[in-house]
């Protein structure tokens, strides 16, 4: 080869090696692009609520003063005996599918006493999903055989339908209370209800993601889950609350 067509030939490999770069780069970036589209397709809301302070909450209390206050990360409530005070705090946001979370400390309570540790979901009256703990009432506990150191847990959706499930735990312990919300084949909301990582009861609602509810956590004095009016001052502390789309 003539020098001439040398220095020619030199030339033009270094000119399609100085391309090549390029046009690789290019395809990665396009398929990082491709690849960034779809983890943020694949990312689930996560929110959790740590109570060292209440950004996104309110208050929802219905009776009495709002009896709770927050220490070390954690929301106390307290009510009093010889009351029907109702004490509760809601999110400012909605939210639909997903599993919720509520761990809670659940304290000995007084027994008989008319009072009622609440993690729930509300809309209204007819569209409102719980778990609530507290003594219980004698028969219920009898059914249940519980021992004299277990409150009894109702989960329940107050209409459409209405669903009532009973189970037990063990007083004076850190409980890990969950919801999860999916979708049915029509659309419709099922809900399984899950004490410290297993699915305690499950059941299907006759109304889907157009009902948006709001989270609670709350302490009130109920006539429905004890035999008196409260003889003790119960209390509960939230740990914290999560919500995952996931």
């Known amino acids: 080869m003539k020098p001439s067509t040398k220095i020619i030939a030199l030339f033009m490999g270094l000119f399609l090696f100085s391309c090549s770069p390029d046009t690789t780069e290019e395809g990665v970036d396009a398929t990082r692009a491709s690849e960034s589209s779809l983890s943020i397709n694949k990312i689930d809301t996560s929110i959790v609520w740590n109570f060292d302070d209440l950004t996104g909450w309110e208050d929802a209390t219905q009776i009495g003063l709002p009896n709770y206050w927050l220490k070390d990360g954690n929301l106390t ?13 809601k999110t400012l946001s909605t939210f639909t599918t997903g599993i919720y979370t509520w761990r809670v400390y659940i304290p000995e309570m007084g ?34 055989k519980a021992a004299s150191d277990d409150l009894i847990v109702y989960m329940t959706s107050q209409a459409n339908p209405f669903r009532s499930y009973q189970t037990k735990i063990k007083r004076r312990q850190w409980h890990t209370f969950s919801m999860e919300l999916t979708l049915n084949s029509r ?25 948006k509810f709001k989270i609670y956590c709350s302490l009130e004095n109920l ?24």
Not at 81 to 88: C, F, G, M, Y
Not at 188 to 211: P, R
Not at 223 to 246: C, H, L, M, R, W
């Open 77 to 89: 409530f307290f009510t009093n005996a010889n009351t029907w005070e109702r004490t509760k705090i």
């Open 223 to 246: 006539t429905f889950i004890g035999d008196n009016i409260p003889k003790s001052q119960n209390y509960a502390i939230f740990d914290f609350v999560e919500y995952s789309s996931k």
């Open 111 to 144: 027994i008989g006493d008319m009072a009622s540790v609440g993690a729930f979901l509300y809309i209204n009256d007819t569209h409102e999903l719980d778990f609530e703990v507290g003594y219980g009432k004698q028969v219920i506990r009898n059914q249940l």
């Open 187 to 211: 659309r419709n909301y099922k809900l399984s209800w899950i004490i410290n990582g297993v699915k305690a009861a499950t059941t299907e609602l006759n109304y889907g993601i157009n009902n």
